[in-house]
């Protein structure tokens, strides 16, 4: 079928800004700012129905390069931004793009109410494990016994692992993806976009400045197909550079296996499940960690629930039906009255 | 009234006495009801035609132990035939529950003041825990006051026996019997309480049933009892026309952000967190949804001014209340949006700090923090609340600011005006002007510029989802015009200027302050927020007794109305009453270089009326 010619398409391109990318050369976040236009362009979003908002950190300077609108916020308070935003606009494509510092920890309880809500909003955690933007201090990804500046004898706390956070609230789309991995990542962005409700991205992202290599293991072409493994709905989980190997569900552990190796054959695999109701099995794969486990990319969790922002209008709406829309003269002189002559 | 005084009451002649207004309050434990009585004892008194300012007084703890001093929860009223400012200072009625009711109240009470108590409740125990070694009733330590010690409970019991509630339930209701009495000694009508009765009990026959009942048994009880004192008779007073209803300040709050709404057309949204003296504002617009109001109960104080800050970008009207702590959480989304102009309206609703402080205590002490609170150059515009009702019109006018100017604007209101009621004339829907504030929806030919500015210096409010705006907007420096990220230093000092010069300039667009009294002389009193009717009664009496006093009430505090400089330069003194240690002062000394003494009071409780007069006295006659 033709284009309409007054209706021409949207390029990736369009959705760039005029401004200058000033994210250090060979970051992640370029790939992902392109995977983010192609996204777009893909489901044919118009530019100024998007919104992308933002905290402080690398990763919230995004809104800046999006030719659609956005809002930089203060640290951590996307999320709340976002919400009061979507509830106020619930036709908007609203994107929340955050970091492992901004998100999950000065951020961390906005995070966790925007995702039990169910705001239809799509929050993208770029996790490079780092402070990047103050230069190098420990971020709450970091993992345990990491020298930082700010940790020079090693870190004592232990790491938070954001889709096990996210799904502990019930997260209606909970999905991982890796910045170099870029088919994966237009895929898991797209899913998520289409998603109706809160959608969790968190995103592997290196920062070759203060934490060059650290998702090596997943992303070395030598290494990353016994450290990834890649989550299909109504499969089951295999991984290992031949495919050989699995993941079992036994005795309510989760376990790698080998087929072929003591009698282990495809149908023992755990079949992966996104719809699943109980988010428990899901919350089993977010804990899988590098290197006792493979680590799932992909979508872990996919359900549907009604969206805050529809639940508060349809109230309104409700109301507005049953007594009549408020006039400033129904205002004034509602409750009890009385004349002076 | 007479000095008559006996705990004999049996003796004493039933007789009408006319007066001119009277305050009267309850007391009881915080689980009492004391709060609903002295509400309903409000609508009923303005409904007849009185004038009328109120007082509750509430513990912070929902439930402190029964009987205990800690728990006392009182309520004042002050009604009459003629204008009332205040609560009233001292009170010639005080209806105490129990002994720690009346010991914790009995201070205020005027000599030879109605005393009634509910002579039941008088028991050795509630004895000991209000610290009384013998029974006050019998010791002669009241012969002061007129005593009238009435057996409530039990009389309350016989009057709602037989509709099958238990002991609890029946003792519930003795606050609408005390609340029947107090209407039969103030001739007041029953009928608003008991139409409150059937709308709030229809689904609870029973209790609708018991709670009329004990309201007609106390009303009964004054006409019938011979065990009765005098009977007041308070005319109507003379009040100007119109259709009035009652309001207490966090609803007229209420009322005001939804009527600027409705009157600039932009759908109003309220994000707040539940806090001490604030969260009837919160209640209040839930329930409105029928006007479009969005209210989000935040996960805390920060995510409700962020929200608000989102609703704001995306075209709503953005407000936020709550009380001083959490106005310390919000300080930096305010910052946001200094930085980004998005308008906004924060409500603080003041209360005693600092820190938790007093929660349930008023205080002015929070000017400072709404007029410099905020990490750099940050000028945001500040108003107050007179009273009650004003709050109504001071939260039009934060909103009306807001929209036209494209700021942030801070209202500041306090426990006494958000708790306290009085009558309220409704304007006439001509009073209210639309507040005409269109969204932005011109490209310009070389392109949107977000932060070119109208001749209000306002930037223009393009909202996502208008194709060929888009723009991006956030807490970095902005560009002059193109708002596009800019470090240079100096944009930045040019912007800083800019943003204070357009919140200086609402000084063009705000009524100028009126001098109640002659407009030079002797001494100007200078007051601002919700201290206005003590204020004003001290110095109209001071006046009728020609004391070369005037006096302003400041509403806008940042910045000021225009001619206050010229006024305060008319005066050889300046006395500023405060609940504070004196912020007011210290902006107006630094401001307009005046030699301002303070009058200031930091107990968790509003002015009395005696106490600033004393204190203008007092400055009268310093040299």
Known sequence: MAVSPQIPQLTPKDYGSDQDVRWCPGCGDYSILSQMKKTLAALQIPREKCVFVSGIGCSSRFPYYMNTYGFHSIHGRAPAVATGLKISRPELSVWVATGDGDGLSIGGNHLIHAIRRNVDINIILFNNRIYGLTKGQVSPTSEFGKKTKSTPWGSVDNPVRPLSLALGVEATFVARSIDVHVKHLAEVLEAAARHKGTSFVEIYQNCNIFNDGAYLYATDRSLKFDNIIELQHGQPLRFGKNNEKGIRFKDYHLEVVTIGEEGVTEDDLLVHNEEREDPSLAFLLANMSYPQFPEPIGIFRRVERPSYETLIQEQIQEVQQKQGKGTLESLLYSGETWTVE | ?623
């Open chain 2, 1 to 623: 009234m007479t000095s008559t005084a006996s705990t004999d009451v049996a003796k004493i002649k039933k007789q009408i006495e006319e007066i001119t207004r009277a305050t009267v309050r309850f007391a009881g434990d915080s689980g009492d009801g004391m709060q609903l009585v002295g509400d309903q004892f409000t609508t009923s008194s303005v409904i007849f035609g009185n004038d009328v300012a109120t007082l509750p007084d509430y513990p912070a703890e929902i439930r402190a132990p029964a009987g205990s001093l800690a728990g006392v929860s009182g309520f004042q009223i002050h009604f009459g035939g003629t204008e009332i400012y205040t609560p009233g200072d001292k009170v010639d009625a005080l209806f105490a529950m129990n002994p720690a009711a009346m010991k914790v109240n009995l201070g205020d009470l005027e000599k030879g003041g109605l005393l009634v108590v509910n002579k039941d409740a008088f028991t050795k125990e509630n004895l000991e825990k209000a610290a009384y070694e013998s029974n006050p009733l019998e010791d002669g330590r009241l012969k002061e006051y007129k005593v009238l010690a009435i057996p409530i409970t039990t009389l309350n019991r016989e009057a709602v026996e037989g509709l099958g509630l238990d002991r609890k339930a029946m003792d519930r209701c003795k606050n609408f019997f005390t609340l029947g009495l107090a209407f039969w000694l103030y001739d007041r009508p029953l009928e608003p309480t008991l139409n409150w009765l059937q709308q709030k009990f229809a689904k609870k026959p029973d209790i609708l049933e018991a709670n009329t009942r004990s309201l007609k048994a106390g009303y009964h009880f004054g006409e019938t009892s011979e065990l009765i004192v005098n009977a007041y008779k308070v005319h109507k007073a003379k009040i100007a026309p119109g259709t009035y209803r009652k309001v207490n300040g966090n609803e007229a709050t209420a009322i005001g952000l939804i009527a600027a709404s409705l009157l600039s057309g932009k759908p109003l949204f309220y994000g707040s967190y539940p806090i001490t003296p604030a969260s009837d504002i919160l209640h209040y617009l839930s329930e409105k949804k029928e006007y479009g109001v969005i209210t989000f109960q935040a996960e805390d104080e920060i995510a409700a001014v962020c929200g608000a800050i989102g609703a704001a970008f995306g075209g709503a009207l953005g407000t936020t209340g709550t009380s001083g702590p959490g106005m310390a959480l919000k300080t930096e989304g305010i910052g946001l949006a200094v930085m980004t102009e998005l308008p906004l309206v924060i409500i603080n609703v003041q209360r005693g700090g600092p820190s938790t402080g007093l929660p349930t205590k008023t205080e002015q002490a929070d000017l400072f923090q709404a007029i410099l609170g905020r990490n750099g150059e940050c000028p945001v515009p500040v108003l107050a609340s007179a009273t009650p009702a004003d709050c109504f019109h001071m939260a039009v006018e934060a909103c009306r600011i807001a929209l036209q100017f494209m700021t942030p604007v801070i209202l500041l209101t306090d426990g006494y005006i958000a708790n306290g009621a009085e009558p309220w004339r409704i304007p006439a829907l001509e009073e209210l002007p639309p507040i005409d504030v269109p969204y932005w929806t011109q490209t310009g030919s070389n392109g949107f510029k977000p932060y070119l500015r109208n001749e209000r210096l306002a930037r223009p409010w393009a909202v996502p989802g208008t194709p060929g705006l888009e723009h991006r907007i956030g807490g970095l420096e902005k560009q002059h015009i193109t708002g596009n990220v800019s470090y240079d230093p100096q944009n930045h000092e040019y912007m800083v200027r800019l943003r204070d010069e357009k919140v200086n300039g609402i000084q063009e667009d705000i009524p100028l302050v009126e001098v109640n009294g002659g407009d030079s002389g002797e001494l100007l009193v200078v007051g601002w927020g919700g201290t206005y009717g003590a204020i004003m009664t001290a110095v109209e009496q001071l006046q009728e007794e020609n004391k070369p006093v005037s006096s302003i009430h400041l509403r806008y505090l940042n910045p000021f109305p225009k001619n206050l400089g010229s006024i305060l330069s008319r005066f050889k003194k300046i006395l500023v009453p405060e609940l504070n240690l004196g912020q007011l002062r210290y902006v107006l000394r630094s401001k307009y270089l005046v030699d301002a003494a303070g009058f200031n009071k930091v107990q968790g409780k509003p002015f009395q009326v005696n106490e600033i007069k004393q204190a203008i006295l007092d400055a009268l006659e310093a040299e």
